[in-house]
């Protein structure tokens, strides 16, 4: 239903539009004050890049931080990451991650990105505190922070917006009644925007995500997903449909396609309801992070790698390579 309202299909939109102008109004005033002064924003002692995005939901956000990550370590820059860290709830902030350290306490993107990139990580509401924490603890060149855009009390050198390219903007209204944190004219001030599939447009770069090979949670086995027989697909993401349609596009025709709330909580008991002995799982790996623990032999996720194209890339990189050293 909540699909229907923000792209405009349901009329039900009107209804949120009051709650929608005051949603507005309130990240209005708190962006001005920033602005004019009123509020002052921390700024770390080294270059501090944000990936956000200006919607509500998934747009392959965290591909790009760890895509980025990435790239940056291949060119020698010792890169720090800071999240919310959403869906988890450490008895403490701010929470530098180790390997001990569980979805529950830290959010599953966050476990992720630590597990793919073994980049530091720190996750905290208020992230100037996450990127003190890796400062204290980390020779970094260079801080990462994984959503945060709207987050003004952390000054930033760099801003890089992802959208999703296929549902783009929506019917363009402030949540509640539509999916935008800003308007689009956010995009204006930014200095990259990302658009994950559909066509980009003009001055945009255009990325999509890549399958890997499917991977056993149990024993790390990796396997053509289309290997894979009696599958049920399970999506714990902001945009579940954009994961089955990759299995699809994979050959994979799952016999059931579980959609799960975004950073949904799991336990063993939630996931063995799903399917019967005879049947195999395929998940995310953001789900899989949450999963490891109590998996069983059957499970696999698939993982999936941002892919950006064109000459803006490079020279994104080259810019932060730049700022960092």
């Not at 890049?49 to 060119?75: D, F, M």
């Amino acid at each position: 239903m909540i699909a229907r309202i923000w792209s405009g299909e349901s009329p039900l939109w009107r209804l949120l539009l009051p709650l929608s102008w005051l949603y507005g109004l309130v990240s209005g005033v708190i962006r001005l004050c920033y602005r004019l002064g009123f509020k002052r924003a921390w700024r770390a002692p080294v270059p501090v890049v944000v990936v956000g995005n200006l919607t509500a939901g998934g747009n392959g956000k965290t591909p790009v931080v760890i895509w980025l990550v990435e790239q940056l370590q291949r060119r020698g820059i010792r890169v720090g990451v800071v999240s919310r860290g959403y869906g988890g709830k450490a008895a403490s902030y701010p929470l530098l991650l180790n390997s001990e350290t569980t979805t529950a306490e830290a959010g599953d993107e966050p476990v992720l990105i630590f597990q793919r990139t073994g980049a530091p990580v720190a996750v905290s509401p208020d992230r100037a505190e996450a990127v003190a924490a890796i400062l204290a603890n980390h020779n970094v060149d260079i801080i990462v922070t994984d959503d945060g855009l709207q987050h003004y009390r952390l000054a930033r050198d760099v801003e890089i917006v992802v959208v999703d390219g296929v549902r783009r903007f929506g019917n363009g209204w402030w949540l509640p009644a539509g999916p935008m944190r800003e308007r689009v004219s956010r995009l204006k001030s930014v200095d990259a925007v990302i658009t994950n599939g559909g066509i980009p447009h003009a001055g945009e770069i255009p990325m999509r995500l890549a399958p890997g090979l499917a991977v056993n949670l149990r024993t790390g086995e990796r396997r053509d997903v289309a290997q894979l027989h009696n599958v049920v697909a399970m999506a714990g993401i902001g945009h579940p449909p954009r994961f089955f349609a990759t299995l699809e596009a994979c050959g994979v025709h799952p016999q059931k396609c579980v959609p799960l709330a975004d950073h949904q909580a799991l336990t063993a008991e939630d996931v063995n309801a799903l399917l019967s002995n005879a049947q195999t799982l395929i998940m995310t790996e953001k789900d899989a992070v949450k999963c490891r623990a109590f998996a069983r032999d059957n499970w696999w996720y698939l993982p999936v790698d941002a892919c950006l194209s064109g000459a803006e890339p490079e020279a994104l990189l080259e810019k932060l390579t730049s700022l960092a050293r």
